[in-house]
């Protein structure tokens, strides 16, 4: 079945440094590509995706970018703030199953200083 | 528009003792997702259920581990004789469709603790 790893496993930056998360999977028929951020305590919510037609999605300071011929997937978050600091998942849903349950990654969390 | 909701929030139970958790869909989502989270890891799939069906348990326990998803009403993860490994954070998500791009939307958790 499909596999994603997922790294750094924590991440620790400055105020308005970069952070990049990166996510390896298995499977190269997989095609759609969630980040999810879960704050302490809080619920997933999913903050960009991907599909695989395209290789960078931008969302103000988040984006995405996939290499299919590598199968991975990263999240880069620029100008990072205090708030950007939680836990960040990568996801892809399974390719060869019945529904759409996502496997997610072991999570990244990220830590940043003021 | 309500989101996806779970209760309850916080549950304790001993060991032996039987836990309900609930949820309650987004409005028009007729596809719900059960997730498991353990402390400091990710979620691990248990459970995919369309109304009166379970499409894919494969992540669930084949013992003490239970859902369903009636026609009214929300759907229901059962754990029987919990024991203390069951503690863990349980979240359900709702979506759409059932397309591999369908966003999923995740309800606030249901933390269950195992005395």
């Known amino acids: 079945g499909e596999n994603v790893e997922q790294h750094p496993s924590t991440l620790s930056v400055q105020e308005g440094d970069s952070a990049v998360i990166k996510c390896t999977y298995s499977?190269?028929?997989?095609?759609?590509f969630p980040w999810y951020k879960q704050e302490l305590g809080k619920r997933p919510q999913l903050i960009i995706d991907i599909r695989s037609n395209v290789g960078e999605k931008k969302d103000q300071r988040i984006a995405v970018t996939l290499n299919k011929t590598a199968k991975h997937f990263s999240l880069h978050i620029t100008e990072t703030q205090p708030e950007d600091s939680a836990v960040y998942f990568c996801a892809l849903p399974p390719v060869d199953q019945a529904g759409t349950a996502l496997i997610f990654g072991k999570g990244t969390t990220l830590s940043v200083s003021s | 528009n309500a989101g996806v909701m779970q209760n309850p929030r916080h549950l304790v139970r001993r060991r032996g003792q039987e836990a309900r958790l609930r949820c309650s869909p987004m409005k028009g989502h007729s596809h719900v997702y059960w997730y498991r989270q353990l402390p400091e890891e990710g979620l691990k799939f248990m459970v995919y259920?369309?109304?009166?069906?379970?499409?894919?348990e494969s992540g669930m326990p084949k013992e003490r581990f239970s859902a369903e998803f009636p026609k009214e009403g929300p759907s229901i993860l059962r754990i029987q004789q919990v024991v203390r490994g069951d503690s863990a954070a349980y979240f359900c998500?709702?979506?759409?469709?059932?397309?591999?791009?369908?966003?999923?939307?995740f309800g606030p958790g249901t933390r269950l603790t195992v005395l």
């Open positions: 259920l369309q109304k009166e069906n379970i499409i894919d």
């Open positions: 998500a709702s979506s759409l469709e059932m397309r591999s791009y369908n966003e999923q939307f």
């Open positions: 499977d190269s028929a997989s095609n759609y």
